[in-house]
């Protein structure tokens, strides 16, 4: 089955560890995304990739980092820059770049 | 700038009840309009969408039809189930553009 596969489910860090968040996708599609969620508020883009080797920063990129160097993979760094990680991150993929996208099941990171 | 606003939740009904969970957008351009459903603990899953004014999604009982003289995408359903307790995300989506805008989201819980 095609779908996208976000590991671990639920990660804890220290303060001031960077922490790396998996996302591959077996869909064949050009577009990843990565949104934070927090309690009660919508999703909010974070970085998200149009190609390989490329990627673009979206509303609060500051304090993550991204890399894109296979179609199927887009990692997430979370460094100790972030000054609020502590978050459900959602890993997301589309087709085309704007149509309807794909999430995969999360990542719940809590960092103490 | 472009937003969606959604009816503020949580929404709590009766089984069979008739559901409608409002969202008006504000946009530029010519968006595309989605719901998405968020069951606990998972990812967004895409429950339906619309890609130009006056076309109805529909997917598992649910409908939205696309309002352009409204700027409105209400979501509905007629009779709901216990298995229908999510969270239900209105978000739209601009040909081209690298994001999603979504609402904060509606909670909803069905009772038996």
């Known amino acids: 089955d095609g779908g996208i596969t976000q590991s671990p489910k639920y990660l804890f860090r220290k303060e001031g560890q960077n922490v790396t968040l998996s996302c591959e996708q077996n869909?064949?599609?050009?577009?990843m995304y990565w949104y934070r969620q927090d309690p009660g508020q919508g999703l909010r883009l974070i970085y998200y990739?149009?190609?390989?080797?490329?990627?673009q920063k979206g509303d609060i990129a500051e304090g993550y980092s991204v890399s894109r160097e296979k179609k199927e993979s887009f990692p997430l760094t979370v460094t100790s820059a972030q000054k609020n990680p502590t978050a459900f991150y959602l890993c997301?993929?589309?087709?085309?770049f704007g149509t309807g996208k794909y999430f995969g099941p999360g990542t719940r990171l809590t960092v103490t | 700038g472009d937003s969606v606003t959604q009816m503020e939740g949580p929404v709590t009904l009766s089984e069979e009840a008739f559901l409608t969970i409002n969202c008006t957008y504000t946009?530029?351009?010519?968006?595309?309009l989605f719901w998405y459903v968020q069951y606990p603990g998972e990812g967004l899953q895409l429950l339906l969408k619309?890609?130009?004014?006056?076309d109805k999604g529909s997917n598992k009982g649910f409908e939205a039809t696309y309002r352009k003289e409204t700027t409105s995408f209400h979501l509905e359903k007629g009779s709901v189930q216990v298995s229908d307790s999510a969270v239900y995300f209105c978000?739209?989506?601009?040909?081209?553009?690298?994001?999603?805008?979504f609402g904060q989201g509606t909670r909803l819980t069905i009772n038996p």
């Open positions: 869909l064949n599609h050009d577009a």
């Open positions: 978000a739209l989506g601009i040909q081209g553009a690298q994001k999603l805008v």
């Open positions: 997301a993929s589309s087709s085309s």
């Open positions: 990739s149009q190609i390989v080797n490329d990627f």
């Open positions: 619309a890609t130009k004014a006056d």
């Open positions: 946009a530029t351009g010519y968006p595309s």
